[in-house]
């Protein structure tokens, strides 16, 4: 293998190359599982969450005297892009650099011969992965094509039928579902289970180092609580209560995937939308309180009132409680009178 114009620098603890990746973009790192004072999982971290840092995607290489399996689940887990095993082999360390090196940065020999992958050597993944992903459950009422545009990923809440157990949006759509209840039979929407959770941040971190999941309002769903309990298997995941629902939920995501869209670190984001939920409201008009007396957040003789004097009604949900405004009422009463009057 010959290198093209490479340069190679060496460092011997942790701070050392923090103070090289802040300045200078590297496209593959080897590094020492112990190291004095930082380890290499934990600079690994200070590397992927470096502000203004050059190397927050770069593939790196842990080096380890251990090569057992629960290392190795170890390292996949804390984001390496594999591990080498020492004494490090040449001929395998060649072969996991060209691995984890952009193509048009090395040449090679007609005669070079490629090793075969053993115990010693474990290359997880060649795509690069990005440094951070804004995630959030399938209720944030987000259009797909924003999702599409900032690579929003959403985790599916469950809407139950007589007909069964569906995925919101991936088996059962909004359109789908109000037809349904149109009809007569019901419907209602499912949060996702521990587990569930533990599932997505599991596959979105074979897509991304870090991930920053926003969530509907703890006091109107579980949703936080469980997503809460999933991110504890994992040190490179951060939850966040967005404090609403809906479309200020998706207001809220789609700031947050603005934000690490143009590289904002992790810290400054967490920071930016717990600022930013406290200047959002939101609030509905509808026509109809009947699917909400259903669902019980609203006692029957309330329907029954606004049902009966064709009250519009002003919804907001607060500390967990529906309220309903009555802003405009007896519409179809008034129109009559204001017509005999001036008969």
């Not at 870090?210 to 309002?217: K, L």
Request: aromatic fraction near 10%; include cysteine.
């Amino acid at each position: 293998m010959r290198c093209a114009s490479n340069q190679i620098d060496t460092v011997s603890s942790g701070e050392q190359c923090l103070k090289l990746t802040q300045v200078q973009h590297y496209d593959g790192i080897l590094m020492d599982h112990l190291m004095p004072e930082m380890d290499g999982i934990e600079c690994l971290h200070a590397l992927r969450a470096q502000p203004g840092g050059l190397c927050q995607d770069t593939p790196v290489i842990a080096l380890t005297a251990n090569a057992g399996s629960d290392n190795q689940l170890l390292y996949r887990k804390e984001g390496f892009s594999g591990y080498l095993a020492k004494p490090v082999n040449s001929a395998l360390l060649e072969a996991a650099v060209l691995n984890i090196l952009p193509k048009g940065l090395v040449e090679l020999s007609e005669d070079a011969e490629q090793p075969e992958f053993g115990k010693d050597v474990l290359i997880f993944d060649q795509a690069k992965r990005r440094s951070l992903i804004v995630t959030t459950d399938s209720v944030c009422d987000l259009p797909e094509t924003l999702k599409k545009e900032f690579g929003i990923s959403v985790c599916p809440y469950y809407i139950c039928t007589e007909e069964g157990r569906f995925l919101d949006e991936l088996e059962i759509g909004a359109d789908e579902l109000l037809e349904h209840i149109s009809a007569g039979k019901t419907g209602y929407s499912q949060l996702p289970e521990v587990e569930d959770y533990e599932r997505f941040f599991a596959q979105k971190l074979t897509e991304a180092q870090n991930i920053i999941h926003i969530t509907m309002a703890k006091h109107v769903s579980q949703g936080y609580d469980n997503a809460i309990g999933a991110a504890k298997s994992f040190e490179n995941v951060t939850v966040l209560d967005s404090g609403h629902l809906s479309s200020s939920m998706g207001l809220v995501v789609l700031y947050a995937a603005y934000l690490a869209e143009n590289h904002a670190a992790k810290q400054e984001i967490v920071k930016t939308i717990k600022k930013l939920r406290n200047s959002i409201s939101s609030a509905f008009i509808i026509d109809s309180t009947h699917m909400m007396c259903q669902a019980g957040y609203q006692k029957g003789y309330r329907f029954f009132v606004i049902r009966f004097f064709y009250i519009l009604s002003l919804c907001s949900r607060r500390a967990g409680w529906w309220s309903a405004i009555c802003w405009w009422g007896a519409l179809p009463m008034l129109q009559e009178a204001m017509s005999a009057r001036f008969l």
